[in-house]
C-alpha cells in the first residue's frame, strides 16, 4: 500500500471533489433567473440543477467501473466532460437555447468522478493517512459547497467579450470551463497512477489465502485415533471445496440485484435515512432563490451569501461531533438526535398562519441544514460497520450504493421544485416541505424499529 501511495495524486484526487462541488452549487443562486431569462418559469430552475444529479446516477456506475482498471484515465475523462458542459451552459445563452442549456448540465453529471475520489482513498492510500485523508474529501466537499455560491456571488457583472456575453447567468458556467481546463493540465503532469491497481483484488485474496495456515484434521471414534492425513483423494476434495468457498466469499459483487441481495435490513435502513437528509439538504439549498425571492425580495447576492454562509457551517459542525460529540454519546444516539433535529427543522420551516419573517427561515434553515450534516457523518460511519465485505470490492460497492441514494434524492427533490412551481410560488414552499417531513418522520420509525440491529 505504501509503494502505491503519491502524495500529489491524493492532493489532485481532492481537488477534483471540491471542484466538483463548486460546481454544482455555483449556479443554485441563478439558476432561476437564467431559465426566465431564456423564456422558461423560474421554478425550472429545478429540473436545471437536479439534471446534473439524474447524469450522476449513470456516470457513478460506469466511473465505479472504470476505477477497477485505472484512476487517471477517469478523472481525465471526468475534467474533459465538464469542461464541455460547463461550455455548453455558458454558450445557452447567447443562443437563447434552454435544451442547450440542459445538455450543458447533463454533461457537467456524467463527469462526476465522486466514485472515483472515494475509491483512491480507500484503496491508495495507506492505512495510517486514510482517516486523514476521509477527514480531507469530507472537508474539500464543504469547502466546494460553499464556495459555489459564494464565487456566484463574485460573478455579478455585465459585459461582452466578442459576441459572447458575459453576466451573472453566464459566468459560473465560463469561470468552471477555464477551472476544469487548468485542472485537466495540472492532472496530467502531475498524476501518478498506482503501479498494481489492476492486480489489487487478486492481491488482496492471495494475501488472505497465504496468511490462512494449514489445516490438521483429527477425528475421534471408538476411542481410537484416526490417521492425522486422510487419504489423497478425500483431502484434495476438501481442499477444493474450501476454495471454492472462500473464493465465492471474496468474490466481488457484478451487479445491483447481488448487491441488493446482500443489504441486511439494518443496511437499508441507513441507506434510506441518507436518501432522507440529501433529500432534505437539496430542498433547503435548490429552492433558496426562489423562496427567498418571493417572501423577501433577496438579491442574487444575498442568496449567494446566505449559501455560502451554510456551507461554511460544515467544518465547525464536523470538527465538534468527531472531537467532542462522538466521546459523550453513541453513535446510535447521535443518530437518531439528529433525525430529530431534522423533523424540527422541516416543521419551523412551513409557513402557517403568522407572516414569513426572515428569522424563520434562516433559523428553519440552519437547524435542517446541520443537523443534516452530522446525520450524514454518523450515518455513513455506521454504514461502513453493518455492510457486507463483499460491499466493498468491485463496481457495485457500499460506497456506490451510497452515492446512488444520495444522487437519486438530490434527483426526486429537484423535480419535486420543478413540479411544485407549476402550483404558484405561495405554493410552493410547503408542497416540497410536505414530502421531506414524510421522509424524516418514516425514516426516525425504521430506525427506531431496527435499533438492536443496528449494534
Not at 424563520?360 to 450524514?376: C, D, M, N, P, R
Request: charged letters at 10%; hydrophobic letters at 45%.
Amino acid at each position: 500500500m505504501d509503494d502505491q501511495y503519491h502524495f500529489m495524486s491524493l492532493v489532485l484526487n481532492l481537488a477534483n471533489t471540491f471542484l466538483y462541488m463548486v460546481n454544482t452549487y455555483i449556479i443554485v443562486p441563478t439558476a432561476d433567473n437564467y431559465s426566465l431569462n431564456l423564456g422558461a418559469a423560474a421554478s425550472v430552475c429545478g429540473v436545471v440543477i437536479g439534471s446534473m444529479a439524474v447524469a450522476q446516477v449513470f456516470s457513478s456506475v460506469y466511473f465505479s467501473a472504470w476505477s477497477n482498471r485505472s484512476y487517471l484515465r477517469p478523472l481525465i475523462f471526468s475534467s474533459i466532460v465538464l469542461l464541455i458542459g460547463n461550455t455548453l451552459y455558458a454558450l445557452a445563452y447567447d443562443l437563447n437555447s434552454l435544451p442547450v442549456l440542459l445538455i450543458g448540465r447533463l454533461f457537467c453529471g456524467f463527469g462526476s468522478a465522486r466514485a472515483v475520489n472515494r475509491r483512491y482513498i480507500s484503496d491508495c492510500v495507506p492505512p495510517k493517512l486514510r482517516l486523514q485523508a476521509s477527514a480531507g474529501f469530507v472537508s474539500a466537499s464543504a469547502l466546494g459547497m460553499a464556495c459555489g455560491p459564494a464565487l456566484a456571488c463574485l460573478l455579478q457583472k455585465d459585459f461582452r467579450i466578442y459576441k459572447l456575453t458575459m453576466n451573472q447567468d453566464t459566468l459560473p458556467g465560463w469561470v468552471m470551463a477555464l477551472a476544469w481546463l487548468i485542472y485537466l493540465l495540472w492532472l496530467w503532469i502531475c498524476f501518478k497512477e498506482p503501479s498494481n491497481n489492476k492486480n489489487q483484488g487478486i492481491l488482496v485474496s492471495c494475501q488472505s489465502n497465504n496468511n490462512a495456515g494449514p489445516e490438521i484434521h483429527v477425528a475421534v471414534e471408538d476411542e481410537q485415533t484416526q490417521p492425522l492425513l486422510m487419504n489423497t483423494a478425500e483431502s484434495k476434495q476438501q481442499d477444493d471445496e474450501e476454495e471454492d468457498a472462500d473464493k465465492e466469499t471474496q468474490k466481488p459483487i457484478t451487479s445491483l440485484v447481488a448487491a441488493y441481495k446482500l443489504l441486511t435490513p439494518s443496511v437499508k435502513v441507513q441507506l434510506y435515512v441518507y436518501f432522507m437528509l440529501k433529500y432534505a439538504m437539496e430542498i433547503v439549498l435548490a429552492e433558496s432563490s426562489l423562496v427567498t425571492e418571493y417572501y423577501f425580495v433577496w438579491s442574487n447576492s444575498k442568496v449567494a451569501i446566505f449559501l455560502a454562509c451554510l456551507g461554511l457551517t460544515v467544518l465547525p459542525v464536523n470538527i465538534v461531533v468527531g472531537n467532542y460529540m462522538s466521546n459523550i454519546f453513541e453513535e446510535r444516539q447521535v443518530l437518531l438526535g439528529s433525525e430529530i433535529l431534522v423533523c424540527i427543522g422541516l416543521v419551523l420551516s412551513f409557513h402557517a398562519v403568522i407572516p414569513y419573517s426572515v428569522t424563520q427561515y434562516v433559523g428553519s434553515a440552519l437547524i435542517t441544514f446541520v443537523s443534516a450534516e452530522v446525520l450524514e457523518g454518523v450515518n455513513l460511519s455506521l454504514l461502513s460497520r453493518v455492510m457486507s465485505s463483499r460491499l466493498s470490492r468491485g463496481t457495485f460497492n457500499g460506497g456506490l450504493l451510497s452515492t446512488e441514494a444520495g444522487t437519486l434524492a438530490r434527483v426526486i427533490a429537484d423535480g419535486t421544485i420543478t413540479i411544485s412551481g407549476y402550483f404558484g410560488q405561495s405554493q410552493l414552499l410547503n408542497t416540497t416541505l410536505l414530502p421531506a417531513l414524510f421522509f424524516c418522520i418514516s425514516s426516525i420509525v425504521a430506525t427506531c424499529y431496527t435499533y438492536n440491529s443496528l449494534y
